[in-house]
């Protein structure tokens, strides 16, 4: 802590220096990199290369619709939807960042889908023949799944870094999910179809050591536009339901056709509808007149999503479903009302979207659910063949039994952990030099810093009373006022 301290220290009196990346520039130098990259190791793969007719004959493939793309293209178009439409608008809450909410998180998955697709292909789509990367569209859903853990890691550090700070931790992001995801699905053998331990767990403590590490003691200052008016909320919700809808194609996407890719839907479909009744519930029970609180609305209503995720397509039942949503709408929405301010004032973590809350807690309690789930499976309720194609208990795992898979399970819920948080609090290193141009303390959570807007803007009233997310519930200051 002390270490840490004390290079936060020396950063903060660097800050006057003149010295300062471009985002023009590294855009051109990034892409231009990647246009190399890719002229040099990705190829397409035999179903999408002209040589699939001949791979159709050789194979006795009857048919073009016996093509990977039909199968994966719907849950794709959901999957990217979420990416660019769920995740940009569902950060729109500020009153003053809609436009860094949405143009900034366009920027990084663009930029990051592309550099997902080579660390991922590295170590998972490489030809060892001719030393190519053979990509299709299942590539492209997990270039998106990568992606989604540095969004979600985004979601931290909302408002308080500059564009270069967030493809620099885009950059890492997703060098770090590649290496995570291989021990964890590769080396460890955990299954986690929907991403709870690889994607919501990493993603989220990684966006919240970043944020220990960028810690702004005099964020204060900016506390006049750290909340939210009428239609940015509203904007942000358009996020919410576009999430809450495609949810069950992001659990299933990249599952095993057949039974289970249908039962890792009914079972996302299930804990999503758990989760809004109790967010409802506790929110309402929670606060002032039981009136509910359009931040918990917002977040914890997705929180099942995420914690069904590893055991998306295990026997989990369709009541085991619920329950996950049941406890996950809880668990989430006190941890708005308690956790983060406490996170904020006692462990100096700023958590602008409240991360913890939404992906960080929900993806550990999803890891825990998948282990016990993947330990007590029994072949009178999977079958032996069950069994086999569920856990993939095939090749160097062909003896492996339910009761030591749940502990592997386990093994890559730790995994994820620490990849998170020692990732989080290297890059949080990188990102304190003073050379990314980052706003300063007063000039946070305000588009104005980084893009021209329109001349008509309205003005920000100044708010006193902190509240996490919101400023509002007891004064008619928490709409957006109009201009005098």
């Known amino acids: 802590m002390g270490c840490v301290q004390s290079f936060r220290e020396i950063c903060d009196r660097q800050k006057n220096t003149n010295v300062r990346l471009s985002l023009p520039a590294v855009c051109f130098v990034w892409q231009t990199a990647m246009i190399i990259l890719f002229g040099v190791f990705i190829r397409y793969n035999e179903e ?37 439409v769920g995740f940009g608008f569902l950060m729109t809450f500020l009153k003053r960042y809609s436009f860094g909410a949405v143009g900034f998180n366009f920027l990084i998955a663009a930029f990051g889908l592309q550099w997902a697709l080579l660390m991922q292909g590295w170590f998972h789509s490489l030809d060892y023949t001719d030393g190519k990367i053979k990509i299709g569209v299942e590539n492209l859903i997990n270039a998106d799944f990568c992606v989604a853990g540095c969004l979600i890691a985004y979601g931290a550090v909302l408002g308080k870094v500059s564009p270069v700070q967030l493809m620099v931790m885009t950059l890492f992001g997703v060098t770090l999910f590649a290496v995570e995801e291989y021990i964890i699905l590769n080396l460890i053998h955990a299954r986690d179809a929907g991403g709870s331990m690889v994607i919501h767990t990493f993603g989220g403590y990684y966006g919240l050591s970043i944020s220990w590490m960028l810690y702004r003691p005099n964020l204060d200052q900016s506390s006049r536009l750290q909340g939210s008016c009428y239609h940015s909320d509203v904007f942000a919700m358009i996020g919410t339901l576009f999430l809450w809808m495609f949810w069950p194609s992001f659990n299933s996407a990249i599952t095993d056709h057949g039974d289970g890719q249908h039962r890792a839907a009914i079972n996302t479909y299930l804990a ?19 009136k509910l609180d359009m931040v918990h609305i917002q977040n914890s209503t997705l929180a099942g999503g995420v914690a069904v995720g590893t055991a998306a397509e295990f026997m989990l039942m369709p009541y085991g479903s619920l329950i996950v949503g049941f406890c996950c709408g809880i668990i989430s929405t006190l941890g708005y009302i308690y956790l983060t301010p406490f996170m904020e004032k006692h462990l100096k973590i700023q958590d602008t979207c409240g991360i913890h809350n939404l992906h960080a807690m929900p993806g550990v309690i999803g890891g825990i659910v ?40 386990a093994a890559g819920l730790c995994v994820a952990i620490c990849f998170g948080i020692g990732g989080g609090i290297l890059v949080g290193c990188i990102l304190r030099l003073p050379i990314w141009g980052d706003a300063a303390d007063d000039n946070c959570f305000d588009d104005e ?35 005098k």
């Open 48 to 84: 999408s290369d002209t040589h699939w007719v001949e791979h159709r004959k050789a194979n006795n493939i009857s048919s073009d619709i016996e093509n990977d793309f039909y199968f994966r293209y719907p849950s794709f178009q959901d999957v990217h939807v979420m990416i660019f």
């Open 449 to 483: 810093s980084y893009w021209e807007l329109p001349e008509d803007e309205e003005s920000v009233p100044p708010i006193l009373q902190y509240n996490n997310h919101m400023r509002n519930k007891d004064q008619s200051s928490t709409h957006c006022s109009s201009t």
């Open 272 to 290: 999503l509808a758990s989760t809004v009744l109790t967010t409802v519930a506790i929110s309402s029970l929670f606060q002032k007149h039981g």
């Open 370 to 409: 998948g282990a016990i789930t993947a330990a007590a499976a029994t072949e009178s309720v999977y079958g032996r063949e069950g069994l086999v194609n569920t856990f993939d208990f095939e090749g160097a795992f062909k003896d492996m039994v339910p009761t030591r898979q749940g502990g592997h399970q």
